[in-house]
């Protein structure tokens, strides 16, 4: 009390909100155009179609997958501070990711047996020859933004990325069980190439 002349004298940073933006539809079926060969197309859906992390899917086995619920169900921890427990792609993903697999001659379990910066490369060449620049976090975000589009409560959208619940109707009282997940999942028909 009687001192509000210290408090005066403080400046505060002002908190600036920058909203990136998120890729249109558009952008993702012309990116999508370029990619040449079935496992950059089958790398391309899953992120646009399951909200994973960059290295979440780079470090997903073969087995993880669940063709017939479309699931993915990682069998190791992916990361020390970043968890995944379950999401899911679509029927585009599913057939790229057959095509994909169809035509591997090697017998690594792995989904994708790349280094993480390749990914990165593969996403800059093709981003030059779309003139569209997209990386697998843009997919993140458009995945994201679509899911809420198409209805998809946020607590599920989250759960799919691998977020922890925030609010307590998130955290205790939302079913998370991977049939509950997958119906919410279905129910947003979420699609890119069309």
Known sequence: MGKSHLVNGFKFP?????????????????????????????????????GLRRNEVVNLNICDLDFESRM???????SRTKHMWISFFNEEAENAIREYLASRRDPDPRLFPLAPRTTNTIFKR???????????????KWFCSEMGKLGAPDRYIDAFCGRVPQSVLARHYTDYNPERLKQIYDKASLIVLS
């Open 126 to 140: 093709n981003g030059a020859k779309s003139g569209s620049n997209m990386t697998p976090q843009d997919l993140r």
């Open 14 to 50: 002002r908190k600036v909100i920058k909203f990136d933006p998120v890729p249109r539809k558009e952008d993702l079926q012309k990116f999508y155009t370029t990619l040449e060969t079935p496992r950059d197309k089958a790398l391309f859906l899953i992120y646009a179609t399951s």
């Open 72 to 78: 993915i169900k990682p069998t190791v921890d992916q």
